[in-house]
């Protein structure tokens, strides 16, 4: 259909009932933009002099401008995410006339906000646990801070590439491919023999069927509710394109209001959590003594813990073939399993149990996490992130639940949820940054996407069934998705939740615009990986010719 290779100018310039994108924005609404972007990179500078202060880390003035720019690109990431994705959530109340384009992106960025700062952080750390085991326990080093840089700008590059022209693109397939790319680099490099040990590729395959199958929910799931609506709901309104500029009835543009609330609450809450996992791993590279230890846990918890890793390390010692006879043993026995993820072995169950019964007395002697001083903290991050992964899977695994006793694996999971909550948390601030770099990314940039979403998809205007239809399965997929801690796509599952209420309408698809978004989805894993891998390789060539 001609319609499918109109450019946007065409489009623009063709009389139909679309919605006004051109909005002049008033001097003052800029003035706030840059005074609250501005204010949040002051917050995150007060709160990182404050919390390096408070435990006697000082930072030299090249080490805080090196944080001060790993920051920024992390939160770069984010803003981009913000207006690269929350548009697929503005297109439907924009296209049904429900809201005028300015408020609703205003709308939609507050909501962003909200969903980050009320986010658990589950999704954060299932992303930082695909990188490869070395780096993280490294993250200090020339190759830790290499792997970060190369990532997130692999990921920020091919995200505006697709903005450019138009396409919705998934951020956190950008970001994963990103971090694919590095781990197999990083593995190349080191010269090992097997180049997918360089990342979890348990936890990969996981998070790939995530982002697999939820654009085939989107589209199957918003196929049906519209059929369904169709059975039930005869109002013809809601299957009809909307009259000139005409806002739909009151309770069809409430409904798409809280469709377009519930999808960018759902956005902030998943993708929003993925910026957060990569700042921690900065902070705890530069700022080891302030963040790589939960150390905002009350003393009253320490005698809970030391209990919990001493049951842990009795199950261990039940099923171990001996224990090493020092903690470095114990140390290097846990790194090779938790790389090979071969970890249903006697031998390992016995390292465990030797790493557990020094890291509770560790603590047990300083008395809580925030007394660990400076020159201990790092060894002491490394080995509960040691404990916890390989007792993460331990439990899970089938060969080692066959062994253990129902008990015993409630005994491993419980101490799993104390290490969490020493090792894996987010700081306030880092939500409130990153929230707001999400939320303000919303109100940038927003159009390009917009204008595919609500007109590039379908062959005809976008209805209010339509658009609610989708979001109300693209909202549901997504929470359900932050519940289970696993990251997806919001772009894929909503276009192609467009797609399938699309088909369901009787509307048919624009050809040209679904086999671009497919090409996008199928190309950005491998350009993400070799923009990654290539950039990591460039960083720490230089990095080692520096002298780092």
């Known amino acids: 259909m001609a319609t499918s290779t109109f450019t946007a100018d065409a489009i623009a310039s063709t009389p139909r009932s679309g919605p006004k994108l051109d909005h002049s924005l008033h001097p003052s609404g800029r003035w706030i933009f840059f005074a609250i972007l501005l204010g949040g990179m002051a917050y995150a500078g007060i709160s990182i002099a404050t919390d390096t202060a408070q435990v006697g880390e000082s930072l030299a003035g090249g080490a805080f401008a090196f944080l001060a720019l790993a920051l920024l690109i992390a939160l770069g990431f984010e803003f981009v ?28 960025g507050f909501f962003n906000f909200l969903g980050v700062m009320l986010s658990s952080g589950a999704v954060a750390y299932s992303i930082v646990t695909l990188l490869p085991v070395d780096l993280i326990l490294n993250v200090g080093s020339a190759g830790g801070f290499a792997m970060i840089f190369a990532l997130l700008l692999a990921a920020i590059l091919w995200n505006l590439a697709t903005w450019a022209v138009g396409l919705p693109n998934s951020s956190s397939h950008a970001l994963i491919g990103s971090i694919l790319g590095v781990g197999l680099a990083n593995q190349l490099i080191s010269g090992g023999s097997d180049g997918t040990s360089g990342v979890d590729m348990a936890q990969v395959w996981k998070v790939l069927s995530a982002l697999a199958f939820s654009p085939v929910i989107g589209f199957v799931g918003a196929l049906l509710l519209l059929l369904v609506m169709k059975r039930f709901l005869r109002d013809k309104k809601l ?124 603590i047990a002697g300083y008395g809580s996490l925030g007394k660990v001083p400076a020159a201990a903290t790092p060894n002491l991050r490394n080995d509960m992130y040691l404990v916890l992964d390989t007792t993460k899977l331990i439990a899970a695994d089938k060969a080692a639940q066959s062994r253990f006793t129902a008990q015993e694996i409630t005994t491993l999971k419980s101490y799993s949820g104390k290490l969490e909550q020493g090792t894996r948390y987010i700081p306030t601030w880092v939500k409130v940054t990153v929230a707001l770099a999400l939320g303000l990314g919303t109100m940038v940039g927003w159009k390009r996407i917009v204008v595919t979403v609500g007109e590039r998809i379908g062959k005809t205007h976008l209805t209010y069934g339509m658009g609610a239809s989708a979001e109300l399965v693209a909202a549901a997929t997504i929470l359900l998705a932050v519940n289970y801690g696993m990251p997806v796509s919001t772009t894929h599952i909503l276009s192609s939740g467009v797609a399938g209420a699309s088909v369901a309408n009787g509307a048919g698809l624009q050809r040209r615009t679904v086999m671009n978004m497919a090409l996008a989805w199928v190309m950005t894993l491998p350009v993400a990986m070799l923009l990654s891998g290539a950039l990591y390789w460039l960083l720490l060539t230089l990095a080692h010719s520096l002298g780092y």
Not at 90 to 95: D, K, L
Not at 332 to 344: C, G, M, P, Y
């Open 81 to 108: 995410n913000g207006f690269h994705d929350t548009a697929n959530a503005v297109a439907t109340v924009i296209y049904t006339h429900s809201m005028p384009a300015p408020f609703a992106v205003v709308w939609s």
């Open 239 to 362: 299957y009809e394109a909307p009259e000139g500029q005409t806002p739909p009835p009151r309770g069809i543009r409430a409904l798409l209001i809280g469709t377009c609330t519930a999808v960018s609450f759902a956005h902030g809450s998943n993708d929003g959590q993925k910026g957060m996992g990569l700042i921690m791993l900065i902070l705890i590279g530069c700022a080891p003594t302030a963040y790589a230890l939960n150390r905002t846990m009350p003393e009253s918890a320490t005698p809970a813990f030391v209990q919990a890793a001493r049951a842990a390390s009795a199950a261990y010692v039940a099923h171990a073939d001996g224990r090493p006879a020092n903690v470095g043993a114990a140390r290097t026995a846990v790194t090779q399993a938790l790389k090979s993820k071969r970890v249903a072995d006697p031998v390992v169950y016995g390292a465990l149990a030797t790493l557990s019964d020094d890291v509770s007395s560790r």
